[in-house]
């Protein structure tokens, strides 16, 4: 890579892979690891990991001296999501349904080849120890996946995921065909199911959000374990609350159901 300034791009692309080096795995670093997942030298990250704290984008715990993200980072992640009309016009709506629901209700939109959490609400029936929002899935293996590439052709899906894919359970959709089939399902009955095909133990039912011009932009859906969703009684119920909802959220983004899209 070409050298540059200290405060031009190298540095900026080098403070941004210290950043990037926090995962869900490993959401504290030392400063050891931190240079051997970025490759970059010890010094190197030592000025940037002091740049960073300054700024409140990492922070440093006392007791043991590991960093993590910090309050600055989240504070972007906030303005970043209140600029989201999707996440505007939904998030009362997902949080409302959790609690009538008791179940978790999720919003989440495509970002390249995964989906994209915006909202994550829990219900009293579907706690979880940490949040969804800003986490990515797969296409593939999720109702909110497939709700949100369901307009897509055979020749966009593969562009976008390939035709075989990872198999997170012996449930989940693992070839084109059987994909494509889902998918036609998700057409005609206006959402999308989840049963056991990312984790076992735990379903859901999502619908797609569209925009003015009729493309699907995101998904809501409500999730929790089997014995809270119990789709085999309740399947329809939560269709036609996850459909009318995600139909608000819709409403709300300009779009009518005489609109057409570009297909």
């Not at 031009?8 to 941004?16: K, M, P």
């Not at 979880?128 to 986490?135: A, E, F, H, Q, V």
Request: glycine content about 10%; overall charge negative; hydrophobic content about 40%.
């Amino acid at each position: 890579m070409r050298e540059s300034s200290p405060g031009g791009t190298q540095s900026v692309e080098r403070a941004l892979s210290v950043l990037s080096a926090f995962t869900e795995e490993h959401p504290e670093r030392r400063i050891s690891e931190i240079v051997t997942v970025t490759g970059l030298g010890q010094s190197t990250v030592s000025r940037l990991v002091g740049a960073l704290l300054s700024l409140g984008f990492l922070t440093q715990h006392s007791r043991s001296g590991l960093f993590g993200i910090g309050p600055r980072v989240v504070t972007l992640a906030g303005i970043a999501l209140n600029q989201s009309p999707v996440h505007q016009y939904s998030r009362q709506l997902a949080q409302n349904l959790a609690a009538s629901l008791r179940l978790g209700a999720n919003v989440a939109e495509r970002h390249g080849s995964d989906l994209f959490y915006l909202c994550n609400f829990e219900g009293v029936n579907a706690p979880r120890p940490s949040t969804l929002i800003g986490r990515g899935g797969p296409l593939h293996a999720t109702a909110l996946g497939k709700a949100l590439i369901s307009d897509s052709t055979e020749d966009e899906i593969i562009e976008l995921i390939g035709k075989s894919y990872p198999a997170y359970t012996r449930h989940t959709i693992t070839d084109l065909a059987e994909l494509t089939e889902a998918l036609g399902e998700v057409r005609s009955q206006g959402y999308s199911t989840e049963l056991e095909e990312l984790a076992f133990g735990r379903a859901c039912v999502a619908a797609p959000i569209r925009d003015r011009s009729g493309q699907i932009v995101a998904g809501l859906s409500v999730s929790g374990p089997l014995s809270a969703m119990n789709l085999a009684t309740r399947q329809d119920e939560l269709a036609m609350t996850v459909i009318e909802h995600a139909d608000q959220v819709s409403l709300s983004l300009g779009y009518h159901a005489t609109t057409t899209t570009s297909r």
